[in-house]
């Protein structure tokens, strides 16, 4: 059965103008205000051997892969879903000799096996910055300010960071509230859908306390402190409280302790990222280890952002004033116009009409008119 002209699969799109631009404007622009705080730009791959990106990747992101058969090496390659594991790979292999901290931004085109109710689109744009060699309070706190002006210079307004603390659970089963080895990843799941019967059931009433101790980030942090005993919440606490005093000003905070979907792999801290009139969260970080050839395991922090919602909701469209040259228009004229800022759209024929052809102005007596 043929295949009608223009259908593209599944989750793929094609990106018109002025939307296409906008894009590329916006990764330009998120990219730029990271490497401003020093953060050098790497490029992998876009695809890599199926085997090494599947250690990279940790818990469920192999499952999105997409696989094909390499007719070089004959060997099953995959396309990437994210970039943050191929940074991980950079930073532990060819750049395993620089020194720490390294700070290493990134942005590119990944693709999904499958998409998702809230993010329907199988390619998406990701950009984001790793800091590699530590994951302590004031990397996490430069990381969120870094994300947080990346978001602002796209054009995100009313942002809102999703604060969560990963491993708290398997923390606290471990030391001052016991849990059974065969039951921690129940109870995490029943604390992700606010289940307090499900809780119960499990014989884990003593993390009740934590299905309250989320919302906005000063009630919950209140409701965290009434949780009496665990030294770690004492760490953890004061750890949010620093973060607020950061950059509690700048965005709205709010926090759910023991969130664990989609934080599989990170560590004593995770975050998601949200915009005023955008869908779902348009990026997530948190602190995390990457795994050295030799088994070394290394501390680091970073976030990565999604730009398609961004385009989605139109930013990063700029309105340029388009003059339309016509036959016989002098060329260094042309040129000047161009660097002073304006498109030019030359005529090839004298049938051609700047107003068909998106002009908002004419060349006339060597000056731009408006139509």
Request: charged residues 20%; proline residues 7%.
């Amino acid at each position: 059965m043929s295949i009608a002209p223009g259908l593209l699969p599944e989750g793929l799109r094609d990106r018109l103008p002025p939307q296409a631009e906008a894009g590329s404007r916006l990764l330009h622009r998120v990219i730029v205000a990271i490497g401003r705080h020093g953060y050098a730009r790497v490029s992998p791959p876009l695809a890599e051997f199926e085997e090494g990106l599947v250690s990279q990747l940790k818990s469920s992101g192999s499952r999105d892969l997409l696989r094909f058969v390499d007719p070089v090496s004959q060997r099953t390659l995959a396309l990437r879903p994210d970039m943050t594991a191929q940074v991980g790979r950079i930073a532990a292999t060819r750049m395993g000799h620089r020194q720490r901290p390294l700070r290493l931004a990134y942005g590119g085109p990944v693709l999904k096996l499958r998409a998702t109710q809230l993010r329907p689109e199988r390619e998406l744009t990701q950009t984001g910055a790793e800091l590699i060699g530590t994951d302590s309070l004031p990397a996490v706190i430069e990381i969120l300010r870094i994300a947080v002006e990346a978001l602002e210079v796209a054009g995100v307004t009313g942002i809102t960071i999703d604060l969560t603390l990963p491993d708290l659970v398997e923390t606290l089963a471990a030391g001052a509230m016991p849990l059974p080895a065969d039951k921690i990843d129940a109870v995490r799941d029943m604390l992700d859908a606010k289940d307090a019967g499900g809780l119960a059931s499990l014989g884990a009433d003593v993390y009740l306390p934590f299905i309250e101790a989320a919302g906005p980030v000063a009630p919950a942090l209140a409701r965290l402190r009434a949780i009496a005993g665990p030294k770690a919440l004492d760490k953890r606490i004061e750890a949010i409280e620093a973060i607020i005093s950061a950059i509690g000003d700048k965005v709205t905070l709010t926090l759910d302790p023991t969130e664990r979907h989609g934080f599989e792999y990170q560590h004593w801290i995770g975050f998601s990222l949200f915009g005023h009139g955008l869908s779902g969260e348009i990026g997530r970080g948190g602190t995390y280890t990457i795994v050295h050839p030799n088994g070394r395991e290394e501390k680091a922090v970073g976030f990565s952002l999604v730009i398609d919602p961004l385009v989605d909701v139109g930013l990063g469209v700029v309105e340029h004033s388009r003059v339309f040259l016509p036959l016989g228009t002098d060329p260094a004229l042309a040129a000047t116009l161009r660097v002073d800022d304006w498109i030019t759209i030359a005529a090839l024929s004298a049938e051609d009409d700047a107003s068909a052809l998106g002009c908002t102005h004419i060349l006339r007596n060597g000056q731009p008119v408006a139509l």
